[in-house]
């Protein structure tokens, strides 16, 4: 192996192996606490509203509390992740919403519960970001959006655990058992990360001295190849780190802003239905028990919906972002305006979590693919920061209906406008993705693969379509 090779290249080129198989699984098990946090809090709040008497509107500053902290720590995240790597944030952030976890089991207040939860949020949004960075980094080009769609999916499977212990171990326990599980778990993991992820390819190849090391993981990552100690490696991309202004430079900025969009209209209303829902079905008649199995369900269709996009997104792409949108809408406005019995009712919820997790792992693919190498992380976290500003606006409609003691349905009838507006700018992004890249399909866009032509300073530059001028589709 003799001059300089491209580390994007050199992973393109891989073959998936139990090793790219476990890095993988290790940044789904981060994005499967971010899905058990989701929910958490909302099967909690009957038990805290029956244990210290707090009133339902109150419990909208906890259920916003986490999310605030997570909008603040998932860009801190990007910033850190193309600074000083992935792998130490990822374990830190780890242990910090564990430990903040497992302190509201000593919390009897609304401000010392809120308190802890913004804790968490800041631990999970710097999570977040450095796991989906990097396994968008350790993914092979041409599969990179299966990759990302499936890894996505483990956000939905985490949501269900509080369901599922709702409906066993609550009873019997009270809600102290969720914040064990919660606290826990993300402990254990950062022990599990902190021996066994590795740092990201492109980010050892941007720093010279770590030429060495990088050496070592790439020998690691495919010991069938024969790797040099003196080889050398260049990163995809000749700027050193990435800031938000590159977000908005060579022909991305109305693309990011309709990301940031994307990301803030999906999670007011996931947010606002995962927070309020199951005090809205044990207002309309259902036990405890039965709210935590269908809150489980609500989580369990989204996990369906993700497998659905990891299936499809390859061939069909940013389109699927308008469909998924779209198919929520009805669905919402039939439990809001119409007389439905409980198997309405039902239904109608398992379509909404249908759509609503494919959404979520939809635009996870979508901005884990976009943004090259030297930005990516920047671009993952601001997304995810828009998205938890919607999370924090959610669940405070669901406060404002409690409230004004309007019908508890009126909460799915706000839950409908940001997905109508959601269907609207995904067929924008949809137009974009088409003029700038010249498709729709996530694999082939530019930026997000090794196979690109570089113009001055490092500037990507789409490849010309077969019988366009190049000036049609190049990004400026």
């Known amino acids: 192996m003799n001059g300089s090779q491209n580390v994007s290249a050199l992973l393109d080129g891989m073959r998936p192996n139990r090793r790219l198989v476990a890095v993988w699984l290790m940044c789904a098990a981060v994005l499967m606490l971010d899905g058990y946090d989701l929910t958490v809090i909302a099967l909690m709040a009957p038990e805290l509203v029956k244990e210290f008497g707090f009133s339902a509107a109150s419990l909208g500053a906890v259920f916003s509390a986490s999310l605030v902290g997570m909008a603040l720590g998932a860009p801190l995240g990007g910033w850190i992740g193309d600074r000083y790597g992935r792998k130490l944030p990822a374990v830190v952030s780890c242990c910090l919403f564990g430990c903040a976890t497992l302190l509201m089991l000593a919390a009897t207040t609304i401000v010392q519960l809120a308190a802890c939860r913004f804790v968490v949020g800041i631990g999970l949004g ?20 299966r990759v990302m769609a499936l890894v996505g999916t483990s956000v939905p499977v985490g949501a269900i655990i509080p369901g599922v212990l709702t409906a066993t171990l609550v009873p019997d326990y009270g809600w102290r058992v969720l914040a064990i599980v919660g606290g826990i778990l993300p402990i254990l993991l950062a022990i599990i990360l902190f021996w066994a992820l590795p740092e990201s390819l492109k980010y050892l190849a941007l720093r ?8 070592k993981l790439l020998r690691w990552l495919d010991p069938d190849r024969s790797w040099h100690d003196g080889a050398a490696f260049v990163p995809p991309s000749s700027s050193e780190r990435g800031a938000i202004r590159e977000l908005f430079q060579e022909g991305l900025r109305s693309i990011t802003l309709l990301i940031w969009s994307l990301f803030f209209v999906n999670a007011v209303a996931l947010y606002l239905i995962t927070s309020w829902l199951p005090l809205t079905l044990r207002d309309l008649g259902m036990s405890a028990s039965e709210a935590g199995q269908v809150a489980a369900a609500f989580s369990g269709v989204g996990m369906i919906g993700g497998l659905v996009v990891a299936a499809l997104i390859s061939r069909a792409g940013v389109v ?157």
Request: some cysteine.
């Open 208 to 215: 010279p001295a770590f030429q060495a090391r990088l050496t």
């Open 126 to 145: 710097v999570a977040l970001t450095s796991a989906i960075a990097l396994c968008a980094e350790f993914a092979p080009g041409q599969m990179r959006s």
């Open 320 to 476: 699927l972002l308008p469909a998924l949108f779209a198919i929520a809408v009805p669905s919402l406005l039939s439990f809001a305006v119409l007389d439905l019995g409980r198997p309405g009712i039902i239904l109608c919820v398992l379509v909404a979590g249908l759509a609503c997790g494919g959404v979520q792992v939809a635009m996870m693919t979508v901005v884990g693919t976009l943004y090259p190498t030297r930005i990516r992380a920047s671009g993952i976290g601001w997304g995810v920061a828009a998205g938890r500003v919607g999370a924090i606006v959610g669940p405070f409609f669901g406060s404002l209906v409690y409230s004004l003691d309007l019908p508890r349905q009126r909460l799915f009838t706000v839950a409908a406008v940001p997905m109508i507006i959601g269907t609207f700018a995904a067929i924008f992004l949809l137009m974009q993705c088409i003029r700038r890249f010249g498709g729709v399909q996530v694999d082939g866009i530019p930026a997000a693969t090794s196979d690109m032509a570089h113009g001055a300073h490092g500037a990507y530059r789409p490849r010309p379509r077969a019988g366009v001028p190049a000036t049609v589709s190049r990004i400026d």
